[in-house]
Structures are given as structure tokens and as C-alpha cells.
């Protein structure tokens, strides 16, 4: 069998244990995937005191997708995001993870109505330098991911709970299987939702997003 054939086989079956909710082994030809746990739901129902992930772009804009809802629930944190962003050049920035600990937010800055003030920390993963026409290609932006996720892993050092999005999926467009491959790699364990809508609306390829990977 060859390297490829090979991995095809490993690839296949990571999808089929997913969807039927069994571990899969870990080989030494390919990821294991067993860490990834899916779930259909809202990001924001993860528990507290766990990290939200999400993809960020380095010029300090949370203008759409989950972005936008982080800003609205988040105003303080979207402040020292944008300062960050403001102070360290796009170089420096992308393939960097901007932790926003819970305990520095806890006391003021958030709106005073809002219910989840200080709930989770804040992982910010640069894996684009711009949005919209001008984001980074999808191949940079996976290779940015990989250096982010690894910065967030060194910074994560109290093992709390990794919960995220499809992220790099919508504005960024690219496509899920890309990223997972990389958190498959680093062999992470983390949760990732997915919103009913997407599950109803996406096309056949997509369809077993309710229950796997794929
Ligand atoms: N509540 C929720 N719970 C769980 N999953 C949720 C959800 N709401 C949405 N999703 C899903 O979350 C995935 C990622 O989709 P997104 O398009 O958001 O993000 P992305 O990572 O592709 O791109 C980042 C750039 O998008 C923004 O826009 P701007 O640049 O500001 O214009 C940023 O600022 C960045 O730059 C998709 O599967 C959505 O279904």
C-alpha cells in the first residue's frame, strides 16, 4: 500500500469513529482526531472557566461572523484586542494567540448588563493578516494557525478547557477539514460547535456536521 493509500485509510476511519462517537486509535501513519469532540450548539454555552477560540485578523476588527457576537458580549476585551493589534506590527502578530485571561476583565470594563462578564478566557488566534478580499490565502492562513494554536498551548498553562468555532471557516473561507487537520496534528484536545443553522444549511459534503467532523 502506498503512503497514500495509507493515509486515505487513517483519514476514513477518523470519520466513521466520529460519527459513531468511538475513540479512534491513535497510529503513528496519522492523527489520532480522538481529542476533537464536536457538538452541535452555541460557543457561548461552553462551561465557564474554559477558552473561547476564535480567528482573528491582525488589523483590530471584530466587525462579522462570531467576531461581531465576541464583540458585542465582550466590549472590554475588544478593547485590548484592538490595542494589541494597534501596538505590534502585522509581522509580529500573525501566528501569535492573544490570550485575554477572565481574571483581568473581572472588575470593570464590560457593559453592566452583560451575563458573561469574566465566564471564559479569550483565545484570539492571527491566522490572517487582513479580511475580507484581501485575508490571507487559505494555505498561509492554515500555516498561521498551526503557529498560533502552538502559541496558545505554551500560554495555556493552567490545561484549562479549549472550546472553539469552526474557525477559519466562514469569513476566512476556508475549509474546515484544513484547520481540523492541524488540531488533529497537534494533537489538542478541544471541543468544537457548531451552530444548528450551519447544520441545516450546508450542502451534502458538510451534511454530517451535526454528529462528525466532516
Ligand atoms: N455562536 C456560535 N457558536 C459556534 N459557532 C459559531 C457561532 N457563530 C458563528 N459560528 C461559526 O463560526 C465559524 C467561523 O466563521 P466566522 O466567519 O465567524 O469566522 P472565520 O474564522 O472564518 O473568520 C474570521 C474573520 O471573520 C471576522 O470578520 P472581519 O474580519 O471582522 O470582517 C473576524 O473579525 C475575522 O477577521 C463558522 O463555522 C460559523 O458558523
Redesign the pocket.
Known sequence: MTSTSSSKVVTLSISSSSLSNEKSESTAAGPSGDKLTYIT????TSPAGSILI????T?G?????????FKKRFPAQLRAYQAHCKATPDDELIGTCLLLKMRDFEVNGNAKNSTDRGSWDIACLF??RA??RR?DAPGEIVMNTERAMRDLIRQNTEAKEMNA??????????P?RQTEEILQELDVPMTI???P??VVTTGPSRAPYSTGPH
Open positions: 450548539g452555541d460557543l457561548f476564535h480567528a482573528c485578523n488589523q476588527s471584530w466587525s462579522a461572523g462570531i467576531a461581531l457576537a491566522t490572517s479580511y475580507g485575508k468555532c469552526r474557525f477559519n471557516s466562514g469569513k476566512f473561507a476556508v474546515w460547535y457548531t451552530p443553522t450551519e
